[in-house]
C-alpha cells in the first residue's frame, strides 16, 4: 500500500510537470484541437484514433490527407451524396488501410448520424443511457460501425469484435472525447473519466508489467482491465488520467529520463 502512495504521488508530480499542450505534438490529438464543434472534433476523433498505429509521422499524414478532403468532417457527412461507385478517397493508403476502407467508414458514420444524430448517441443507445460499462459496449459499438459500412468494409480501421482486441484505439478514442484537460479536449457527455479503460498499447504493457500492475502476456482487454483496476485504487475518480504521460516516455527523451528516474528507479519499482 505504501508503494502504490509513492507511485501515485510520483505520477501526480510527472502529470503536473507534462501533460501540457507543449508535449502533445506529434500525437494525433493534436488534430482535435482545430474543431470546437463537438461533432466535427467527434469525426476527426475517430478517423485520428482508428489510423493510429505505425510510424507517428505518417499517421499524421494520412489523418492530414483525410481532413484536407473533407474540411468541416460533420458538414462532409450531412452534405457528401455518399456512393459506392464515387470514391474523394481513391489512392489513399495507410500500410494496409485503403481508400475503399476510409470510404467504408464514412459510410457507416452517414448511417450512423442520420439514425443517431452522432456517434456519442450511438453509444448512449448501446449503453442504455451511460449505464452499461465501458467493456460491455465496446464490441457493439465496433459491430454496429462495421455493420453500417456494408456493402463495403472499413477493414482494420475498426476492430473486429469476434477477436482478441484490447480495442486501444477505440478507447483512445472515447479517452479523447469523454476526459477535458490540457491535453484531451472532451466534448461528449455520455462518459465519466471514471468510467473509462487505459487504451493499452504495446508501450504502455510493458510499462504496467514492470510496474506490476498486470502479470498478464498478452496485450488484450483483459489486461486492459487489470490495468485500469489498479490505477482506479490511485485515482478512482480518473484512472487513465495518466495514459498520456505514460506513452509520453515512449516519444520524449526528457520525459523519459524523468520517468527513469522518479519511478523505474525508486525503491517501490
Given amino acids: 500500500m505504501i508503494a502504490r502512495i509513492h507511485l501515485k504521488k510520483s505520477l501526480d508530480d510527472l502529470y503536473d510537470m507534462f501533460n501540457r499542450r507543449d508535449y502533445v505534438h506529434p500525437d494525433p490529438v493534436e488534430f482535435l484541437y482545430r474543431y470546437e464543434d463537438v461533432r466535427d472534433r467527434e469525426l476527426a476523433g475517430l478517423f485520428a484514433a482508428c489510423l493510429a498505429f505505425g510510424r507517428v509521422v505518417q499517421i499524421n499524414k494520412s489523418v492530414e490527407r483525410i481532413l484536407d478532403i473533407v474540411e468541416s468532417p460533420r458538414h462532409f457527412v450531412e452534405q457528401q451524396p455518399f456512393s459506392a ?98 491535453v484531451d479536449p472532451g466534448g461528449w457527455n455520455i462518459l465519466s473519466p471514471s468510467q473509462l479503460i487505459v487504451p493499452l498499447d504495446t508501450h504502455v504493457h510493458r510499462f504496467a508489467m514492470r510496474l506490476g500492475m498486470t502479470c498478464r502476456r ?52
Fill in 85 to 182: 461507385k464515387v470514391n474523394p478517397f481513391a489512392g489513399f493508403k495507410h500500410r494496409f488501410v485503403t481508400g475503399k476502407n476510409i470510404q467504408a467508414l464514412w459510410l457507416a458514420i452517414k448511417k450512423i448520424t442520420d439514425r443517431f444524430g452522432s456517434l456519442e448517441f450511438l453509444w448512449r443507445s448501446l449503453s442504455k443511457n451511460g449505464e452499461l460499462p465501458v467493456e460491455t459496449v465496446l464490441g457493439d459499438f465496433c459491430h454496429d460501425i462495421r455493420q453500417a459500412a456494408y456493402p463495403l468494409d472499413c477493414g482494420f480501421l475498426v476492430p473486429n469484435p469476434a477477436g482478441n482486441s484490447a480495442f486501444k484505439r477505440i478507447n483512445l478514442f472515447l479517452k479523447w472525447m469523454s476526459r477535458h484537460d490540457a
Fill in 218 to 269: 498478452a496485450a488484450d482487454l483483459t489486461s486492459a482491465l487489470e490495468i485500469t483496476d489498479y490505477l482506479s485504487e490511485l485515482n478512482p475518480s480518473d484512472p487513465v488520467k495518466y495514459d498520456f504521460i505514460i506513452t509520453r516516455a515512449g516519444m520524449n527523451r526528457q520525459v523519459a529520463a524523468v520517468f527513469q528516474t522518479r519511478i523505474f528507479n525508486s525503491s517501490y519499482c
